[in-house]
T-cell receptor
Framework: GEDVEQSLFLSVREGDSSVINCTYT??????LYWYKQEPGAGLQLLTY?????DMKQDQRLTVLLNKKDKHLSLRIADTQTGDSAIYFC???????????FGTGTKLQVIP | KAGVTQTPRYLIKTRGQQVTLSCSPI?????VSWYQQTPGQGLQFLFE???????NKGNFPGRFSGRQFSNSRSEMNVSTLELGDSALYLC???????????FGPGTRLLVL
């Protein structure tokens, strides 16, 4: 079955890099996503990567995908206090809008 | 372009009642999906609609139902509410089956 796992909590100092990790099980996944959720808010799509890619960079965000190990990571460079939120990893299949989410990683940025 | 809107934003109901939540997708988007978010179960897929047809359904009891109208707006209904239905209900829309979803702010439902 489908399962997406993440560590629950990460604490970093402002200005450092954050790395949030995720593992997934569904080998048919074609899209892998990172969403951000701030308190009391919905989900904001940060970035996504196709399963045939290894890396994607978007400003301060770098996504790395190891398809063999089914491991996905999100690196946030120069982490700011405004980056404090819960980050969800998610997987989906092309042609289907059903997305399976991980448990979420709460990122705490210490000033 | 306006984002996905959901109404109401907050709702309090009692056990046994029924509730209808509404979602208006981004203009031009034809696909709407619903998710339930709870502290215990996380984010779980409820159902997906495209052009008024339900394409996918998650593992929820029949008390949870939905529909989509010709203007792509969608509603979900929960009948005979239980305490465990207290959750944030999120709606997402996309412009097509192969496109990325964008989420609304959610409706927070509290069942007493």
């Amino acid at each position: 079955g489908e399962d997406v796992e993440q560590s629950l909590f990460l604490s970093v100092r402002e200005g450092d890099s954050s790395v949030i990790n995720c593992t997934y099980t569904d080998s048919s996944s074609t899209y892998l996503y990172w969403y951000k959720q701030e308190p009391g808010a919905g989900l904001q799509l940060l970035t996504y990567i196709f399963s045939n890619m290894d890396m994607k960079q978007d400003q301060r965000l770098t996504v790395l995908l190891n398809k063999k190990d089914k491991h996905l990571s999100l690196r946030i460079a120069d982490t700011q206090t405004g980056d404090s939120a819960i980050y969800f990893c998610a997987e989906g299949e092309r042609g289907y809008q059903k997305v399976t989410f991980g448990t979420g990683t709460k990122l705490q940025v210490i000033p | 372009k306006a984002g996905v809107t959901q109404t109401p934003r907050y709702l309090i109901k009692t056990r046994g009642q029924q509730v209808t939540l509404s979602c208006s997708p981004i203009s031009g988007h034809r696909s709407v999906s619903w998710y339930q978010q709870t502290p215990g179960q996380g984010l779980q897929f409820l159902f997906e609609y495209f052009s008024e047809t339900q394409r996918n359904k998650g593992n929820f009891p029949g008390r949870f139902s939905g529909r989509q109208f010709s203007n792509s707006r969608s509603e979900m209904n929960v009948s005979t509410l239980e305490l465990g239905d207290s959750a944030l209900y999120l709606c997402a829309s996309s412009s097509g089956l192969y496109e990325t979803q964008y989420f609304g702010p959610g409706t927070r439902l509290l069942v007493l």
